[in-house]
């Protein structure tokens, strides 16, 4: 048997068929009952009522004279057969008048020779039809001398009782439909939901990660839907990173290769006659290769901080010397750039627990950052406090500034926003990286057109 639906539709159909068989069957049983008790019972009390009247006032009559005073007696409207049998269960007389000679030997009989009253309910020896019988003795002088036997059809109950048990059989058949047509529409309900989350993880398959599976209803069902729907998403969003990295990293690796190429022709074609130029066309090829060494850096880092395999090695440092680090090595830069830069630390220490050379790279690419937007003229500060627990380090700069568009999306992987610089986007996600890493926060305020500020937050270490 194959599938939810044949599985269900059998089980379903199976136990509800046993639970209306049992309940027919106790349905039957209760009628029955009902019905042959009732008679049994009316007929009882109709034959001992009569045959205590016979013991009392015909009780010193011989069983040949009981038999006709019987008959004299017998009601009008009487429906069953009254018969008077001898000890023996010869029929002495019946109510219809005939002696016949017929000999009786159903229980009934036995049962009333020993002082009660005998009942039986079955198949008549003399007719085909079945009977319901009572019998009571007869006495004389207190002996027993014979019995007085009630006799009625038990056909007609038996019709009645058939009749009820074919409208029961009826009611019985149209629920176990109506259940078999609710258990293929059930079916169906949980099914096809099914299917169509198949039929969505199939086109997922072929690579076609827009489509969503349908939510039908609020079930288990549905919660897998939103959840496949929810990877489908996380799917395609990794699928844009992963073309995202790819051509941002292939532009990024062109720029520079190809200024290394022109100028690597240029110097060959030139003989390397020319001093100057050869020194300009070195440098220039120098300053692209270390480029592409960061890039290729920011790469590697970036796959490690995707793996979760970058450790930091931690030790005990003042942040104000790392500042001081970094303000060195970008000192050439501002005069070069005409680009101010104000590195303004307190007095007192600022202890963290960190990683000398990762805190080093988030400034510096904070700063790189900085010179990268700000144009000439402007001022970069840097300014480093001690405020409760923390070291609160702000780099802010006059430049161009980020669009309020893209400020959320700033510390995203390869985001660049509008940009038109070099980089490759992956920067501040870096630095973020590297600030939550050392139990830190990481945040960026900017305006458009007139700066922004990048707020790195460490915990300073007291003890
Ligand atoms: P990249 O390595 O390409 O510089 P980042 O992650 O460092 O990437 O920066 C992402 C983008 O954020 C940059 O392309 C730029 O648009 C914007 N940005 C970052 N810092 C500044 C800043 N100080 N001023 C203006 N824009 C900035």
């Known amino acids: 048997m194959r599938g939810i639906r044949a599985r269900l539709i059998i089980h379903f159909g199976f136990i509800l068929l046993l639970i209306v068989l049992v309940l027919e069957g106790l349905f039957y049983w209760a009628v029955h009952t009902y019905y042959f008790g009732t008679a049994t019972e009316t007929l009882v009390t109709r034959a001992t009522t009569f045959t205590t009247f016979i013991n009392k006032y015909a009780g010193t009559y011989g069983l040949k004279e009981k038999a006709r005073y019987i008959l004299e007696n017998v009601s009008n409207g009487e429906t069953a057969k009254v018969e008077v049998l001898d000890t023996g269960g010869k029929v ?5 008048g005939f002696q016949t000679a017929e000999v009786i030997d159903t229980p009934d009989l036995k049962e009333a020779l020993t002082n009660t009253t005998g009942i039986y309910v079955g198949k008549s020896p003399q007719t085909p039809e079945r009977v319901i019988a009572v019998s009571n003795r007869l006495t004389y002088l207190g002996e027993t001398v014979g019995v007085l036997r009630y006799t009625i059809s038990a056909e007609p109950l038996y019709a009645a009782v058939y009749k009820i048990a074919m409208y029961g059989a009826g009611v019985g058949a149209v629920v176990v439909l109506f259940a078999f047509g609710l258990s293929l529409v059930t079916a169906k ?23 969503r599976a349908a939510k039908r209803y609020d079930d288990e069902v549905g919660t897998l839907a939103e959840t496949f729907n929810y990877m489908a998403e996380e799917i395609g969003k990794n699928e ?73 090695s931690r030790e005990r440092l003042d942040l104000r010397d790392v500042l001081e680090d970094v303000r060195v090595q970008f000192a050439v830069r501002s005069h070069d750039k005409g680009v101010g830069l104000q590195v303004v630390v307190p007095d007192a220490p600022l202890p963290v627990t960190g990683d000398v050379n990762r805190l080093k790279q988030v400034f510096v690419n904070l700063l790189d950052n900085a010179f990268k937007f700000t144009p000439s003229g402007g001022t970069i500060t840097v300014t480093a406090e001690e405020t409760g627990r923390w070291a609160v380090i702000a780099v802010t700069d006059t430049g161009e500034g980020i669009d309020p568009e893209d400020l959320p999306h700033i510390t995203e992987k390869f985001f660049k926003g509008r940009s038109k610089q070099a980089g490759s986007g992956l920067g501040l996600s870096i630095c973020q ?15 458009l057109g007139s700066g922004t500020t990048v707020t790195v937050e460490l915990p300073l270490t007291t003890k």
Do not use: C
């Not at 002495?92 to 219809?96: E, I, K, Q």
């Not at 300009?280 to 850096?297: C, F, H, N, S, Y």
């Open 240 to 312: 844009k990173l992963k073309n995202d990295f790819i051509s941002s990293v292939s532009h990024e690796l062109r720029t520079p290769l190809t200024s290394i190429k022109g100028w690597g022709e240029t110097l060959l074609s030139g003989g390397l006659n020319d001093p100057e130029e050869t020194r300009l066309g070195l440098e220039v090829i120098a300053k692209e290769t270390d480029r592409l060494i960061g890039l290729v850096e920011e790469l590697l880092d970036f796959s490690k901080f995707q793996s979760g395999e970058l450790k930091l």
């Open 433 to 447: 990286e590297i600030v939550q890493l050392h139990g830190g926060h990481f945040h960026v305020d900017s305006r």
């Open 189 to 211: 309900r949980m099914v096809d939901p099914i299917l169509e989350l198949t039929r969505a993880a199939t086109q997922m398959a072929t690579g076609n990660f827009s489509v």
């Open 92 to 96: 002495l007389l019946n109510s219809y």
